[in-house]
C-alpha cells in the first residue's frame, strides 16, 4: 500500500514536512489516552502473581514488532502495518476476552453487539480528540479500513453504518497480516507468562503440542547441560521464528501464484492472500488447543477473572438503572445516544482497577484481582 496512493483523510490536512501519513497515524495511536490505557488492561494473567506478565500494552509491543518485521520481509508499508498492529487492541475492555464476551452479552437484549474491533473505530473517529480542527484522530482511510478488517471480512448487512470501507473487497495484505501475528503473539507469550506462573507442564506441552516437541528436542541435543528455563526460552524465541518465516514465506508464494500485480488485484481476490502453511496452521492450532485445555481455564486464572468479570456485570446494570451516575460528559451523551450504549462505551474505557474501584466505590465490595 503506497502513501502516495491513499484515500486520505475525512478531513483534509496539509502534508507534515518529514513524516508520511502513516507514521502520523502511528504516533497519533501512541499518543492517544486509549493507547496508553492498554498498560492497565489484562492480557491473561493479572499482576496478582508477578510484575513481569504481559499487559495488554505489552502485548501489543509485541504484535507490533512481529508485524513490521514481516512486512518489512515482504516488501510491504511497514508503517502501515505497525501502524495497525498499534491500534488493534485499542477497542479492548478491561479484563481481556472475558470481559468482551460479557460485554456482547450484554448489549444483546439492548438489540446492539460489542465487538473490540469496531469499538476502536468508535475510539479513534469520536472519543480521542485532542484536536481544534476536526473531531477524533482524523487517521487515514486505510487506517480506518485495517482497524475495521484486520481480523473479519463483514458484509453490508452485518455492519451496513460502515460501508464505506468497502466491505466487499480484501483488505491490503499489511492489514492482512495483523490477526496472523496477533496469534503468533500470544499463542508463544502466554507459554512464556504461563511458565512465569508456575502453570506449564512441560511434558505436556511438548505431548500435545510436536511443533515445539521438535524444536525443543533440538535445543535440548544442542545443549543438553543448560538450564531449562534457557532451553524453554530457545525453543520459545525458534517456534516465534518459525511460525512468522512460515507466514511471510508462505503468503509470497500466494501472492505469486495468484498473478497478483496491484493493491486492485489483492482487494479483489476471493479469499485473504495472507495465510500460514498447512504445517504452520496446524502447528498454530495444536498451540491454541493446549493453552485453552490447559492453562486459560486453570482456577489461577479463572477465579479472578470470573470474579472481575461479575464486577463488570454489576456495574453495567448499575450505570443503565441509575440515571446521574456516570460521569457529566457520558451523562450528556445519552440525550442522543441510547444510554446501553453510552454505558458501554463507559465500561470498555475502563481500565481493569479503575473498573474494580468503581464497584467497590458502588457496592463497597471488590475482587480478588485488586489486591
Do not use: W
Request: aromatic content about 8%.
Amino acid at each position: 500500500m503506497r502513501v502516495e496512493l491513499s484515500r486520505g483523510r475525512r478531513y483534509p490536512e496539509p502534508e507534515h514536512p518529514y513524516r508520511n501519513e502513516y507514521a502520523r497515524d502511528r504516533d497519533r495511536i501512541i499518543h492517544s489516552r486509549a493507547f496508553r490505557r492498554l498498560e492497565s488492561k489484562t492480557q491473561v494473567f493479572t499482576i496478582r502473581y508477578s510484575d513481569h506478565f504481559r499487559n495488554r500494552l505489552t502485548h501489543t509491543l509485541e504484535v507490533s514488532q512481529i508485524a513490521r518485521t514481516v512486512a518489512a520481509a515482504l516488501g510491504l508499508n511497514t508503517d502501515l502495518a505497525e501502524t495497525l498492529a498499534l491500534a488493534h487492541d485499542i477497542g479492548h475492555p478491561p479484563f481481556g476476552h472475558a470481559g468482551e464476551k460479557k460485554l456482547d452479552e450484554l448489549m444483546r437484549p439492548h438489540g446492539s453487539r460489542f465487538n473490540h474491533n469496531l469499538q476502536a473505530l468508535r475510539i479513534v473517529e469520536q472519543f480521542e480528540s485532542p484536536y481544534l480542527d476536526f473531531p477524533g484522530l482524523n487517521l487515514t482511510f486505510e487506517v480506518r479500513e485495517g482497524i475495521v478488517k484486520h481480523s473479519h471480512d463483514y458484509t453490508a448487512s452485518e455492519v451496513p453504518h460502515l460501508t464505506e470501507y468497502l466491505l466487499d473487497l480484501r483488505p491490503p495484505l499489511e492489514s492482512q497480516l495483523i490477526d496472523l501475528v496477533d496469534e503468533i503473539a500470544y499463542n508463544t507469550a502466554d507459554l512464556d507468562d504461563a511458565l512465569e506462573a508456575e502453570l506449564l507442564d512441560m511434558d505436556t506441552l511438548r505431548k500435545e503440542v510436536p511443533l515445539f516437541a521438535e524444536i525443543y528436542a533440538k535445543v535440548e541435543s544442542c545443549y543438553p547441560a543448560a538450564r531449562e528455563k534457557l532451553k524453554f526460552n530457545e525453543a520459545l524465541r525458534n517456534t516465534v521464528n518459525f511460525l512468522a518465516s512460515d507466514l511471510l514465506f508462505r503468503t509470497n508464494v500466494k501472492v505469486q501464484n495468484s498473478g497478483i500485480s496491484s493493491l486492485d488485484d489483492i482487494r479483489n481476490t476471493p479469499n485473504r492472500l495472507a495465510a500460514f502453511s498447512e504445517t504452520a496452521a496446524q502447528a498454530n492450532a495444536s498451540l491454541k488447543r493446549f493453552l485453552f485445555q490447559n492453562i486459560y481455564n486453570d482456577p489461577a486464572i479463572t477465579e479472578d477473572r470470573d470474579r472481575s468479570v461479575r464486577c463488570l456485570e454489576e456495574l453495567f446494570a448499575f450505570y443503565l438503572d441509575s440515571p446521574g451516575s456516570m460521569p457529566a460528559s457520558h451523562e450528556e451523551s445519552t440525550r442522543t445516544e441510547a444510554r446501553h450504549l453510552v454505558v458501554c462505551d463507559y465500561i470498555a474505557g475502563m481500565t481493569d482497577q479503575f473498573l474494580l474501584r468503581k464497584h467497590q466505590e458502588h457496592f463497597g465490595t471488590t475482587s480478588a484481582s485488586a489486591t
